[in-house]
């Protein structure tokens, strides 16, 4: 059953890159790179992996003190090893003094993240879903839930430097095929030195899948300082207030993290999903002998190259890179390559939920009811129905919308019963003005709707209708304010669904005698 479920600083950002924005702990088993090392997926634990992860320009990985942020020792979950099923994975693991030891910040905690895959549709798509530290009691909780629901938790756990002892709850029921959980611990490292060094762990695994102990082995190299290597960091940048609904554009940061001069290198911007397109890419290299390059187009991908530029070690060079078409979900990746033919990277994502409104009357004509025992007056019920879409398959907001009530003398709106989301479920009373506010500002999900229900009661002076004033209120004319009974739905703009004035009317009859 499942359980209920509801950047770090600049040096840590560059040690791996902050991909997807993510905090750095998770970075390292997130977008391993190619120095990484992974073991063996566990035996009978299927697929359950560990990995090994170097940061060689984090700050003092290639120094001669004590330092953090730059071994990172990750474990992944697949949801193969309990399909559809909650799960528990216990971790038992020494360190290795005078090498590593565990980052403890207190007894019930250690240094790093844990970050969930999956989504809330059986169907997928599969992406970051949430992630949480790896402190007794961290949860990564649902983000939309309003009960503080959560899909995995840390269940108990004991660090020492000597010896880390974790157990991590996950949930995969009715999560879509492909969701996993990704575990990143930090480590502190022992004088690592500005020299190629190995660095091993070897854990023991159960689960409540397979009670029997499994002990994979990881290992992670640590490059020369010397050795080329770069970190890319992407950050959002704003855009005029002018400029289109579906442009983007972030500054890309490339460090180099060796003591060797980056040359020869070529820089590179492509979209690897969603329909975003890369406008232009530029970077201003002129501080390291070469100027600024600009290449601009509509495509998929732009290149640029460094030209004579040379980057020295410990500096870095900024990039700017703008888009258009961004809807729905869209990745971005930014890379380098050194003249040596090694490629780093980093992904940006640029989400943008867009959608639509809709307003219908359920009755295009309405007859005067008599005075009954709820209504003390003539009137008329109209009842309108309000829907909300989103269009794409990234989870956006609703807005708030107006019913503004534009009737003729001898008509008059009096109050409104809602019906639909949840929360709407009192009697809605006009301003002065006779508008309705209808609080909205919930999550509207990818691909869904949100329809909301208003019967509007209006009162009817019969007495003081002319003749010619009920002819008017028998006919609808969009192009004559002064025909029929007339109300707009005034949409504000969540940034899903852009402002908008729906108008509406309908034909009244008078009760014949």
């Not at 019967?455 to 029929?484: E, F, H, M, Q, R």
């Amino acid at each position: 059953m499942r359980r209920t479920r509801s950047i770090p600083s600049s040096p840590l950002r560059r040690i791996l890159g902050a991909v997807l924005a993510l905090p750095l702990s998770l970075v390292a088993l997130v977008a391993v790179p190619a120095g990484a090392e992974t073991a063996a997926p566990s035996g009978g634990n299927d697929d359950i992996s560990v990995t090994g992860f170097y940061a060689p320009g984090g700050t003092g990985c290639q120094g001669a003190g004590d330092a953090a942020h730059c071994l990172f020792w990750g474990v992944r979950i697949p949801d193969t090893v309990a399909p559809g099923r909650l799960m528990t994975l216990t971790f038992e693991a020494d360190s290795q003094p005078g090498q590593w030891t565990w980052n403890c910040p207190s007894e019930l905690g250690v240094a790093g993240a844990a970050a969930l895959y999956t989504s809330d549709n059986p169907e997928g798509p599969i992406r970051r879903y949430g992630s949480s530290g790896l402190g007794l009691l961290s949860r990564i909780h649902n983000p939309y839930s309003r009960h503080g629901d959560y899909s995995a938790s840390v269940d108990r756990i004991s660090c020492s430097p000597e010896h880390l002892s974790l157990t991590y709850m996950v949930d995969f029921s009715d999560r879509p095929s492909g969701s996993y959980l990704d575990l990143s611990i930090g480590t502190l490292v022992k004088a690592p030195g500005d020299q190629a060094r190995d660095y091993t762990l070897t854990p023991t695994l159960t689960t409540t899948e397979d009670a029997t102990p499994h002990s994979p082995t990881a290992r992670a190299a640590k490059e020369p300082a010397s050795a080329t290597h770069a970190t890319v960091t992407t950050s959002k940048q704003d855009l005029p207030e002018d400029a289109a609904k579906d442009a983007g554009r972030y500054t890309a940061t490339i460090h180099n993290d060796s003591t060797t001069p980056l040359s020869g290198f070529t820089i590179a911007a492509a979209s690897t999903e969603g329909p975003a397109t890369i406008t232009r890419l530029s970077c201003d290299l002129t501080a390291f002998g070469g100027g600024v390059v600009t290449t601009g187009g509509s495509g998929t991908s732009l290149e640029v190259p460094g030209g004579r530029a040379t980057i020295p070690g410990g500096q870095e060079a900024t990039c700017q890179v703008d888009l258009s078409g961004v809807v729905g979900h869209n990745t971005i990746s930014t890379s380098v390559t050194a003249q040596d033919g090694k490629i780093f990277s980093s992904l940006y994502e640029d989400d943008r939920a867009r959608g639509e409104a809709s307003a219908t009357v359920a009755r295009s004509s309405v007859t005067v009811q008599g005075p009954d025992a709820v209504h003390e007056a003539p009137h008329v019920v109209v009842d309108y129905t309000v829907t909300l879409s989103n269009t794409t398959d990234v989870v956006g907001s609703t807005p708030d919308f107006f019913l503004t009530a534009k009737p003729p003398t001898g008509v008059r709106l009096e109050y409104a019963e809602p019906g639909g989301p949840w929360w709407l479920r009192d009697t809605l009373w006009p301003d002065a003005n006779g508008t309705i506010r209808v609080g909205m500002s919930s999550p509207l999900y990818g691909n869904s709707d949100r329809t909301v229900r208003l019967s509007a009661v209006y009162s009817v002076d019969t007495a003081a209708i002319t003749p010619d004033g009920w002819k008017a209120l028998g006919t609808c004319d969009p192009d004559d304010p002064s025909k029929g009974l007339r109300a707009t739905i005034d949409v504000e703009d969540s940034g899903t669904i852009d402002a908008a004035s729906l108008p509406l009317c309908t034909t009244v009859t008078q009760v014949k005698e």
